[in-house]
């Protein structure tokens, strides 16, 4: 009889853990057809979830797509992949707009989502109990009672924290998906301003490209003018060679120059996710757009908005949860247990019943080792000193990184304003004037190639201010954390836009 019943009792489980198998088994195929599904279907947000509504997708970074956003494109099997070619650019596409798709397509940002998509799962992790345990004792010197032998022995218990711990652990989770949250938005930022200082380096190569030629087109002219002169024998033949020197130095720094455009094309490529050789729009002309702001006004807002900051805020308060837990982990956790035997009523007791066993328990942990909980609320504690400490560096890192930003956009600004009003116009009266007496003979070639290339540097410096304004400005918004008004504190009439001919008149030989 007892074999038998051990053997009956051995197939029942065998049967019970190959159809627990079986359940598994499905309940992960499931799984994996739903992450499939859940993970096409959101392939086209570029952040959703739980977190979504702490994201802050237009403020801090400029112009962002409103209604349905492109698609992320799916995994690429090579560098040509035809996954990005698709992409086309407008013809007339500013700095903005290439943010907003570097925003929608970026790599980095895709990754530091789904980081985010991925910690927020510990959340329910965090606030769950433990699984419950399950002990089966089928085999073994069993109890002879009066009642009848056991034939198997079982219980049920369940760990039930004592209150708040659970929660607590749920905000130590949360405030690790909070910290991931501002991750992201660092990374975003980045994104962003790495498209604007790249597209107005492209903008910088591409006009000192159109200058250059335009110079060149201009010293051509001055030849010709020399080269009449020779033949009239009012000029030597050092003018023409002077001439034929200075477009071949012009020739050289063309070379120079498209592969610098050559470059910033293909970084503003990789940002869009896009091959980096695939041609670009060439950017059209801007003029300067004033800037007036108040450090006092700018430093506010880096103190709400960087991300940086936020973080540390954010992970000080993860370390105040923890030294919460670290308080709650000196009560004990009850623990409540259910155990039932299985009797036989063939028990040696001639009034054996066969009534089956069973009781209800409950127990709690000791926390009495002092050494261990004091060193996680100190840990705890000072994880809040050490981020203090360090959320007063970073602050003073920003303060550094806004006032020096705005500086050089003041500066830069003023130089802008300088060249285009002030210097390429005496320049270019120079250059109007040393032709006039080169072709009188009242001064050489040499004085008046000198004015020439002093303008033609003038020009290609003013464009580079130009564009250092704007990279600086982008290095602001990035330090501050979100867009800025350009004029907060009110536009001045010194740095009011005015449209300038930047190109030299044609003259004839």
């Given at each position: 009889?007892?074999?038998?019943?051990t053997?009956?009792?051995?197939?029942?489980?065998?049967t019970a853990?190959?159809?627990?198998?079986?359940?598994?088994?499905r309940?992960?195929?499931?799984?994996a057809?739903?992450?499939?599904?859940?993970?096409?279907g959101?392939?086209?947000?570029a952040t959703s979830g739980p977190?979504a509504d702490?994201?802050?997708?237009?403020?801090?970074l400029g112009?962002?797509a409103g209604g349905?956003?492109t698609?992320?494109?799916a995994?690429?099997?090579?560098?040509?992949?035809s996954?990005?070619?698709?992409l086309?650019?407008?013809?007339?596409?500013?700095?903005?707009?290439y943010v907003?798709?570097a925003?929608?397509?970026?790599?980095?940002?895709r990754a530091?989502?789904?980081?985010?998509?991925?910690?927020?799962?510990r959340?329910?992790q965090a606030?769950?109990?433990?699984d419950p345990?399950?002990?089966i004792?089928?085999?073994?010197?069993m109890a002879e009672t009066?009642?009848?032998?056991?034939?198997v022995m079982?219980s049920v218990?369940?760990?039930?924290?004592?209150?708040?711990?659970l929660?607590?652990?749920?905000?130590?989770?949360?405030?690790?998906v909070?910290q991931?949250?501002?991750?992201?938005?660092?990374?975003?930022?980045r994104?962003?301003?790495?498209t604007?200082?790249?597209?107005w380096s492209?903008?910088?190569?591409?006009?000192?490209?159109e200058v250059?030629d335009?110079?060149?087109d201009?010293?051509?002219?001055?030849?010709?003018?020399?080269e009449?002169?020779?033949r009239?024998g009012?000029?030597?033949?050092q003018?023409?060679?002077?001439?034929?020197v200075e477009?071949?130095?012009l020739d050289?720094?063309?070379i120079?120059?498209?592969q610098?455009?050559t470059?910033?094309?293909?970084?503003?490529?990789?940002?869009?996710?896009?091959?980096?050789d695939?041609?670009?729009?060439a950017?059209?002309?801007?003029?300067?757009?004033?800037?007036?702001?108040?450090l006092?006004?700018?430093l506010?807002?880096?103190d709400?908005?960087?991300p940086?900051m936020?973080?540390i805020?954010?992970?000080?308060?993860g370390?105040?949860?923890?030294r919460?837990?670290a308080?709650l982990?000196r009560?004990?956790?009850?623990?409540?247990?259910f155990?039932?035997n299985?009797?036989?009523?063939?028990g040696?007791?001639?009034v054996?019943?066969?009534?089956?066993?069973?009781?209800i328990?409950a127990g709690?942990?000791?926390?009495?080792w002092?050494?261990?909980?004091n060193?996680?609320?100190?840990?705890?504690?000072r994880g809040?000193?050490?981020?203090?400490s360090?959320?007063?560096?970073?602050?003073?890192?920003?303060?550094?990184?806004v006032q020096?930003?705005?500086t050089?956009?003041?500066?830069?600004?003023?130089q802008?304003?300088?060249f285009r009003?002030?210097?390429?116009p005496?320049?270019?009266?120079?250059?109007d004037v040393?032709l006039?007496?080169?072709?009188t003979?009242k001064l050489d070639?040499?004085?008046l190639?000198?004015?020439?290339?002093?303008?033609f540097?003038?020009?290609?410096?003013?464009?580079?201010n130009?564009a250092?304004v704007?990279?600086?400005f982008?290095?602001?918004q990035?330090?501050?954390?979100?867009?800025l008004?350009?004029?907060?504190?009110g536009?001045?009439?010194?740095?009011?836009p005015r449209?300038?001919?930047?190109n030299?008149p044609?003259?004839?030989?």
């Amino acid at each position: 009889m007892e074999t038998t019943t051990t053997i009956t009792v051995t197939t029942a489980m065998t049967t019970a853990i190959e159809i627990i198998a079986r359940v598994r088994t499905r309940v992960r195929l499931y799984a994996a057809l739903a992450g499939a599904a859940l993970l096409g279907g959101a392939g086209g947000c570029a952040t959703s979830g739980p977190f979504a509504d702490l994201i802050d997708h237009d403020s801090p970074l400029g112009e962002t797509a409103g209604g349905d956003r492109t698609p992320a494109p799916a995994p690429a099997t090579g560098m040509a992949s035809s996954r990005v070619v698709h992409l086309e650019i407008p013809e007339d596409a500013g700095p903005e707009q290439y943010v907003r798709l570097a925003l929608e397509r970026n790599p980095a940002i895709r990754a530091a989502d789904e980081r985010v998509r991925r910690l927020a799962n510990r959340i329910p992790q965090a606030e769950s109990l433990d699984d419950p345990m399950l002990f089966i004792t089928p085999i073994g010197e069993m109890a002879e009672t009066a009642a009848g032998r056991v034939d198997v022995m079982s219980s049920v218990s369940q760990k039930l924290p004592f209150p708040g711990k659970l929660r607590t652990r749920g905000r130590i989770a949360a405030q690790t998906v909070a910290q991931a949250v501002q991750e992201l938005q660092q990374v975003r930022l980045r994104v962003a301003a790495d498209t604007r200082r790249t597209w107005w380096s492209f903008y910088y190569m591409t006009r000192a490209i159109e200058v250059t030629d335009q110079n060149r087109d201009l010293l051509a002219q001055f030849r010709l003018v020399a080269e009449a002169k020779y033949r009239a024998g009012t000029a030597t033949q050092q003018d023409v060679l002077r001439a034929s020197v200075e477009m071949s130095l012009l020739d050289d720094e063309l070379i120079k120059l498209r592969q610098r455009r050559t470059t910033a094309v293909a970084m503003l490529n990789q940002l869009l996710d896009r091959p980096v050789d695939r041609a670009l729009p060439a950017p059209r002309t801007r003029e300067l757009e004033p800037t007036n702001l108040q450090l006092d006004a700018v430093l506010a807002a880096a103190d709400r908005s960087n991300p940086e900051m936020a973080r540390i805020h954010e992970r000080i308060e993860g370390y105040r949860q923890q030294r919460k837990l670290a308080r709650l982990n000196r009560w004990p956790d009850l623990t409540l247990a259910f155990s039932y035997n299985l009797v036989s009523n063939d028990g040696l007791s001639p009034v054996a019943n066969g009534l089956d066993q069973w009781w209800i328990g409950a127990g709690i942990n000791l926390p009495i080792w002092a050494s261990r909980l004091n060193a996680a609320e100190f840990e705890a504690a000072r994880g809040m000193l050490q981020s203090i400490s360090e959320l007063d560096s970073v602050t003073n890192q920003v303060a550094f990184r806004v006032q020096d930003a705005l500086t050089r956009v003041e500066s830069q600004q003023r130089q802008v304003i300088l060249f285009r009003d002030v210097i390429i116009p005496q320049a270019r009266q120079a250059v109007d004037v040393s032709l006039s007496g080169y072709r009188t003979g009242k001064l050489d070639f040499l004085t008046l190639v000198d004015n020439w290339r002093k303008l033609f540097e003038f020009q290609v410096v003013y464009h580079l201010n130009l564009a250092e304004v704007e990279r600086s400005f982008a290095d602001l918004q990035q330090a501050v954390g979100r867009t800025l008004d350009r004029n907060d504190a009110g536009s001045s009439a010194e740095t009011r836009p005015r449209e300038v001919v930047l190109n030299s008149p044609r003259v004839q030989p």
